[in-house]
């Protein structure tokens, strides 16, 4: 059975700080998709990225870089110098047949001005 | 474009009592889902559809139904209210073939 475990339950840094928050996955399936979920305080879920099974080459956007490792099961998130919009709730999912995503327990970031 | 749109935003329902939560989504998506995410928790699927007249059950059906008569309407329906269903419920779609889920601003619902 797919599933997702997200170790930090809550991480706090400094503005311009860069973190990093992790995401292990758990599936037998060989072609699956992983996904990070962005859920500010307003409380709406924000699709940041999805990652294909077979795609592992990692990915920068802005700010935001993604490391897909299939040898470690892990798909981890980078915020480079952090901001205090940055502040949230974050997801990491899993989905094996595209019906069925399964999230993580989420990381509350907080990042302090 | 409006995506997805969920009513209502926030409800007080009394145990026993039924409501149905609604969700339209305006981008032609056939596929459709129902999350619950309780406080400090994940989202867990409920139901979800991958088109009109085809439903099934996700990790936590007990206690909801649903139906998709259009595309663009996926309502979710709780029959008989219980404390245990208290929780936020996030309505999500998605195109075929593109797999990232869309999310609905969600329904928060009390039930005492």
């Known amino acids: 059975a797919q599933k997702v475990t997200q170790a930090q339950t809550e991480i706090s840094v400094v503005e311009k700080e860069d973190v990093t928050l992790d995401c292990v996955y758990e599936?037998?399936?060989?072609?699956?998709?992983l996904f990070w979920y962005k859920q500010p305080p307003s409380g709406e879920l924000v699709f940041l990225i999805r990652?294909?099974?077979?795609?592992?080459q990692n990915e920068i956007s802005g700010r935001y870089s993604w490391n897909f490792q299939k040898s470690t099961s892990s798909f981890n998130f980078t915020i480079t110098a952090s901001q205090v919009v940055d502040s949230a709730v974050y997801f990491c999912a899993l989905s094996e047949d595209n019906n069925d995503m399964r999230f993580g327990a989420g990381t509350r970031l907080t990042v302090k001005p | 474009n409006a995506g997805v749109t969920q009513t209502p935003k926030f409800r007080i329902l009394k145990i026993g009592q039924s409501m149905t939560l609604q969700c339209t989504q305006d981008m032609n998506h056939n596929y459709m889902y129902w999350y619950r995410q309780d406080p400090g928790m994940g989202l867990k699927l409920i139901y979800y559809?991958?088109?009109?007249?085809?439903?099934d059950k996700g990790e936590v059906p007990n206690g909801y139904n649903v139906s998709r008569s259009t595309t663009e309407d996926f309502p979710l329906r709780l029959e008989l209210a219980a404390p245990s269903q208290t929780s936020v419920y996030f309505c999500?779609?998605?195109?075929?073939?593109?797999?990232?889920?869309?999310f609905g601003p969600g329904t928060r619902l009390t039930v005492t």
């Open positions: 999500a779609s998605r195109a075929a073939r593109i797999y990232e889920q869309y």
């Open positions: 599936t037998r399936d060989t072609t699956y998709y």
């Open positions: 990652r294909n099974s077979f795609d592992e």
């Open positions: 559809s991958v088109g009109a007249g085809i439903t």
